[in-house]
């Protein structure tokens, strides 16, 4: 049984905790891998953030004629080379993946990297599996970094179907002619504007009745409207079977008007992911879990086992990679500091869905700030109110605002349109530093005319005290 002075599970952003001030220290890295060159890199690097949304540039591009006709342009998508397309963006995206794999492997003299999937069976003691066989190893800190997989719904005969995930669609060999996607957060979304984008006919499919519930309630409802005259929307729907046959998959839905079949080549599950503690059996090793399965973490980013600390999305409700980074960053802190910790800040926390059109947040949404009892004022900015606006003849985006009526502190912020999450930034800064609507709309210059007056605008709209 050997013994480190330190453990890492994934190599997503737990990857980041070591650098040179960890040389001297006996490290073991365990990663799982996925994919043809493994996961270094983790969920963000090789089926999340960067595929997807190298994906949604080229479905923008791809969607651009649908606004020449109003600009006075005619524009035509002449043909998708979707192998071409996918195969620049994985030979880029794999080859990152391979060479951080070999900078541990080779580069790392003090680290010994078990690639297999590691298991507790004990406070501080992990079993590890690879493919050369089964050890378990110790350590005096852990770190645990093993971030989340797809959720697969129970529906009858789903098991015996050919089905994708986030962590599969983006390697078909081959575009469908139609797709039926299940599933109305933001993965479905993004995944739902690139393939009709390029072409494909699609079938977006969710059990509540609305797309992107968990936004601000008036961005779903105005995002719901959009995705109903752009795609097949089945709301209020509910899966009761799933059967293949000739290459056909047929979803039998539930819906307000009886039974019905939605017929697909492909079948995305986009219902949502859940943390991998169950895999890495988290309560063998002492640590506790919340009811949806993530492990506890206080604000210092450590467990209920002391010189055990948890990052990502294994543990944060906030599963964005910006987020787990910030964890790495208090958690590698707090191991070569452990007389003087640091918290974790998650009080500004933005997010962003990188559908057509765009969106994205920070605080509080209306309908948290009545659940919650805080008092506030609104305020709403169209772009089709600014001279930026105009030129792009944009009618459906908009910029909506909370803030406290008496500080001019803002809550909470959301925005949906073009850029919406470049516009968001310097809301999102002045949450976090304190600056209050009035001193950040008439404390500075304006480009005039460029798309932040929107938020300029926004801001001049807040009915303040």
Not at 212 to 240: K, M, Q
Request: charged share 20%; net charge negative; proline share 5%.
């Amino acid at each position: 049984m050997q013994h480190f002075d330190l453990v890492i599970i994934g190599t997503g952003s737990g990857n980041g905790i070591l650098d040179e001030r960890f040389d001297d220290w006996n490290v073991a890295i365990v990663e799982k891998g996925i994919g043809p060159n493994g996961a270094y890199g983790g969920t963000c690097l090789n089926v999340g953030c960067i595929p997807t949304k190298m994906f949604v540039h080229t479905a923008d591009i791809a969607s651009a004629p649908d606004s020449g006709p109003k600009l006075g342009v005619g524009l035509e998508l002449q043909d998708v080379r979707w192998r071409e397309i996918r195969d620049r963006i994985f030979g880029r995206i794999d080859p990152i993946a391979a060479g951080g794999r070999r900078y541990r492997v080779e580069d790392n003299p003090n680290v010994t990297v078990y690639e297999g999937t590691g298991r507790f069976t004990g406070v501080k003691e992990l079993a590890v599996t690879t493919t050369s066989g089964s050890e378990t190893i110790t350590a005096d800190r852990f770190v645990v970094a093993a971030g989340g997989r797809p959720t697969i719904p129970d529906v009858p005969g789903l098991d015996a179907v050919d089905h994708h995930t986030s962590d599969t669609i983006m390697r078909l060999d081959e575009l469908p002619r139609r797709m039926a996607i299940m599933g109305t957060g933001f993965i479905g979304a993004e995944f739902a504007h690139v393939f009709s984008s390029l072409g494909v006919e699609v079938t977006l499919i969710g059990r509540s009745g609305q797309v992107l519930r968990s936004e601000d309630i008036d961005i779903s409802h105005r995002f719901t409207g959009i995705a109903a005259d752009r795609w097949d929307l089945r709301l209020n729907r509910g899966e009761t079977g799933v059967e293949r046959s000739g290459g056909i998959t047929r979803l039998h839905l539930d819906g307000p008007a009886g039974a019905e079949v939605v017929e697909a080549e492909v079948l995305l599950i986009a219902t949502g992911r859940i943390p991998n503690s169950d895999l890495l059996g988290a309560a063998n090793g002492g640590l506790t879990t919340t009811e949806d399965g993530k492990i506890k973490v206080d604000a210092m980013q450590h467990t209920s086992i002391e010189g055990v600390w948890a990052l990502g999305d294994i543990s944060s409700k906030h599963e964005l990679k910006h987020v787990a980074n910030h964890e790495e960053r208090v958690v590698q802190h707090n191991l070569l500091h452990p007389g003087a910790p640091m918290e974790a800040d998650h009080r500004f926390v933005p997010h962003a869905v990188f559908s057509g059109p765009q969106i994205a947040s920070v605080g509080l949404t209306e309908q948290d700030a009545q659940a919650h009892g805080i008092r506030y004022v609104t305020a709403t900015q169209e772009y089709a109110d600014i001279a930026y606006g105009w030129a792009m003849e944009d009618t459906t985006g908009f910029a909506k605002l909370l803030a406290d009526p008496a500080t001019g502190r803002l809550l909470g912020a959301h925005i949906m349109g073009p850029q919406a999450p470049t516009l968001i930034q310097p809301l999102i800064q002045a949450m976090h530093f304190g600056l209050d609507a009035r001193s950040m709309a008439r404390g500075q210059y304006w480009i005039h005319p460029a798309m932040p007056e929107l938020v300029e605008n926004a801001l001049l709209n807040l009915p303040l005290d």
